[in-house]
């Protein structure tokens, strides 16, 4: 895939816009900053940055994140608007309207059900993270990697393989990885700030979720709910889930967990799910969401209980995703 195509695109671009996805985790956020960097580099153009949604002081550290704003004017035209780590376009929300609006768009994404959205698709869903596709697009065409750049990168991966454990950690992962390490990026430094860096309430929270799970097919299915007045309870923020389902999916006998997340009371819950052997991007595509194999979300307008209803129907109904 040749990134160098669109060389031309950025260097004649005055007004560039870069774009994640909603409640933004850190392979969106690497990318994004890692992005914005590589473009100032190459160019010297500072891009505006735009991270929907709250952002999760674990990702202070990253180069330039300060820059990054929740939202722009949408009565604003671009040149370029490049989406990074969005699987669908209507993960980016309002924003749409700009990335309707600009003259060029570039989607850079590593998700398998991503659709191609944009004027220039650069997806690769063997890709372990958007920041291993962001790395070997740089490398292959000539872009900088400067000691920022390689922060934010190493930051992407580390955090979409799960520190480097889940089944997407490749041999070019980890060359990759080796690669940043060399070009600047501390490796114990930014797992510290990634997965050492969480409040006391953070960790009563998780701890009380994980405590009140559910699990069904002979523990086979473990699940646990979250309700707005929980997070309320602990003065929990929207980044307080993150990891939940991994937690379930650690547990020997489970081979599929999931997490449900009350957005607004009685009508819209978010679902993370993960699994250990099947195809759950299967399994959220039938509620309009989609993802990875074994990582994936979607959102489901109902009240938490019937939610789960919902969701344990298409488990079965799927044999697991199968």
């Known amino acids: 895939m040749n990134f160098s195509n669109t060389e031309d695109i950025f260097k004649n671009s005055k007004k560039i816009l870069i774009i994640s996805h909603v409640n933004p985790d850190g392979d969106a956020l690497g990318s994004t900053c890692g992005l914005y960097k590589a473009v100032y580099n190459r160019f010297k153009k500072k891009a505006d940055m735009c991270a929907l949604t709250y952002l999760s002081p674990v990702y202070n550290f990253l180069p330039n994140i300060g820059l ?14 490049v989406t990074v780590d969005v699987a669908d376009i209507d993960r980016i929300c309002d924003m749409k309207v700009l990335f309707d609006k600009a003259k060029t768009t570039i989607n850079i994404d590593h998700h398998k059900t991503n659709n191609n959205f944009a004027d220039y698709n650069y997806v690769v869903p063997e890709a372990s993270s958007t920041g291993e596709v962001l790395f070997n697009m740089f490398k292959n065409s000539g872009w900088e990697i400067d000691k920022e750049t390689a922060e934010c990168l190493y ?5 979409d393989t799960g520190g480097f454990r889940f089944d997407n950690t490749t041999e070019d992962v980890l060359s990759a990885a080796a690669n940043l390490v060399k070009l600047g990026a501390n490796p114990s430094q930014i797992f510290a700030n990634c997965y050492e860096f ?9 701890n009380y979720c994980v405590g009140k799970s559910v699990f069904t097919e002979d ?3 473990a699940y646990t709910t979250v309700y707005k007045r929980d997070l309320e309870r602990f003065n929990g923020k929207d980044d307080f889930t993150e990891g939940l389902a991994e937690q379930l999916r650690a547990i020997d006998t489970t081979d599929l967990a999931f997490v449900v997340k009350e957005v607004e009371p009685n009508k819209v819950c978010k679902i993370s ?8 991007s299967k399994i959220c595509s039938a509620f309009g969401g989609g993802g990875h194999a074994r990582a994936a979300g979607c959102t489901i307008k109902s009240s938490v ?3 789960v209803s919902k969701i344990i129907d298409e488990i079965k109904r799927n044999d697991y995703g199968e």
Do not use: E
């Open 198 to 206: 969480k409040s006391k309430n953070f960790v009563m929270f998780q």
């Open 305 to 307: 209980d019937n939610a």
């Open 219 to 221: 523990d086979k299915i």
């Open 68 to 81: 990054a704003k929740h939202s722009y004017d949408t009565s604003l035209v671009y040149d370029l608007v």
């Open 155 to 159: 930051t992407a991966i580390l955090t």
């Open 273 to 280: 799910m993960r699994s250990k052997k099947y195809d759950v």
